[in-house]
């Protein structure tokens, strides 16, 4: 561990997205608070200070993720192009996520997978329930529109989570 003294939320953070990376690449059940601690360049007993359990920390990960991805999914339509519809920048954030962050996607996955823990399943409902309400209104089109787009952008996210991305590229 090295030893430049880090702020409390500084340290947080860096477990947050220590936990955050290592979920792009296994399941919340195969990640270890150790793995983690170690990643984040802290102590196990640290992160649980931090979280009270792994529990809370999988709570703390699922709000970080939503709110980069409701981030990304707004800052995409505010920055796209004039002549872009909303539907599409969201689109186009989702085919630049397959190609540059899969990571991404497939912690979205792994967050819908642990929604069966009784101690997650709020947390994950409210992240899909947040996600759901910024598509509403970032595309302002109705439910049904907001349905297609979100059902697509998660075939998409499923099926760069199996690493079929020929797939994945012809639905996004």
Known sequence: MS???KSAAERRASVVAAALEQLGDAGWDAISVADIARRADVSAAYV??????KSGLLNSVIAQ???DMVALLRSSVVAGPPDMSSRQAIGEVVSRLLHQDAGALRR???IWGVAYDSAARLSV?????????EIDRLIDSGPDQVGELFARMTL???????DLMD??????
Do not use: K
Request: glycine share 6%; charged share 15%.
């Open 65 to 67: 993720h939503t709110d």
């Open 48 to 53: 649980h200070t931090l979280f009270g359990s």
């Open 125 to 133: 409902q409210a992240s899909f329930r947040g996600m759901w309400e």
């Open 156 to 162: 998409t996210t499923v099926l760069a989570s199996l």
């Open 167 to 172: 797939l994945a590229e012809q639905q996004s």
């Open 108 to 110: 979205q996955v792994h």
């Open 3 to 5: 030893h430049s003294r």
